[in-house]
């Protein structure tokens, strides 16, 4: 069984970066596409980017300029970067996976709390 | 992006009651996924390619729509379907989420 586990720190300072991990046990990164998506307070959902079996990314145009996904295969482990945070990037982090037989994500991590305030 | 719009925003209903979740998108999608969230925990994949239900939802719950709308429907509620229910789609990048709709028990 796939699980997905997203770690990283839960506050960070305004104009700093905001780096997150999701580590999948279970099944390979090499496979399906691998998603980042925030939801903020109040309940609004964002897809955030992805990276793909091969490596490639995708990334949401409101973020493009502030964000970077990358991969450890090695680890099975993928990562979130997002520059220059402002409190409006303040948000539960979700990791998942799209499934194989669709593009809904079918397994999600149970999300990182992360909160952008000096 | 296309944009997702789901109604109502809220909907308290009883238990064996009929209860219709809306979302309309602002352009034509081919497909429409469906999460359900309680609180505390993350999304669980709900409905998917508009009709499909996904593992271990109960068949009270169907899918419908083409186009620009799209309906989750559940045929008799219940106490455990106390939610809140997102669409999304993938039929343009980015992919975008609707407002949620969160169903209460009445």
């Known amino acids: 069984e796939v699980q997905l586990q997203e770690s990283g720190p839960g506050l960070v300072q305004p104009s700093q970066s905001l780096s997150l991990t999701c580590s999948v046990t279970?099944?390979?990164?090499?496979?399906?596409?691998w998603g980042w998506i925030r939801k903020f307070p109040g309940n609004k959902m964002e897809w955030v980017g992805h990276?793909?079996?091969?490596?490639?990314?995708n990334y949401n145009p409101s973020l493009k300029s502030r964000i970077s996904i990358t991969r450890d295969t090695s680890k099975n482990q993928f990562f979130l970067q997002l520059n220059s945070v402002t409190p409006e990037d303040t948000a539960a982090y979700y990791c998942a996976r799209t499934a194989y037989y669709s593009y809904i994500y079918d397994s999600w991590g149970q999300g990182v709390m992360v909160t952008v305030s000096s | 992006e296309i944009v997702l719009t789901q109604s109502p925003t809220t909907i308290a209903a009883s238990p064996g009651e009929k209860v219709t979740i809306t979302c309309r998108a602002s352009s034509s999608v081919s497909y429409m996924y469906w999460y359900q969230q309680k609180p505390g925990a993350s999304p669980k994949p709900w409905i998917y390619d508009t009709s499909k239900l996904a593992s271990g939802v109960p068949n009270r719950f169907s899918g419908s729509g083409s186009g620009t709308s799209y309906s989750l429907t559940i045929n008799t509620m219940e106490t455990e379907d106390g939610a809140t229910y997102y669409c999304?789609?993938?039929?343009?990048?980015?992919?975008?989420f609707g407002g949620g709709t969160k169903l209460e028990l009445k």
């Open positions: 279970g099944y390979s990164i090499t496979s399906n596409y």
């Open positions: 990276i793909s079996y091969s490596g490639s990314t």
């Open positions: 999304q789609q993938w039929s343009s990048t980015p992919p975008t």
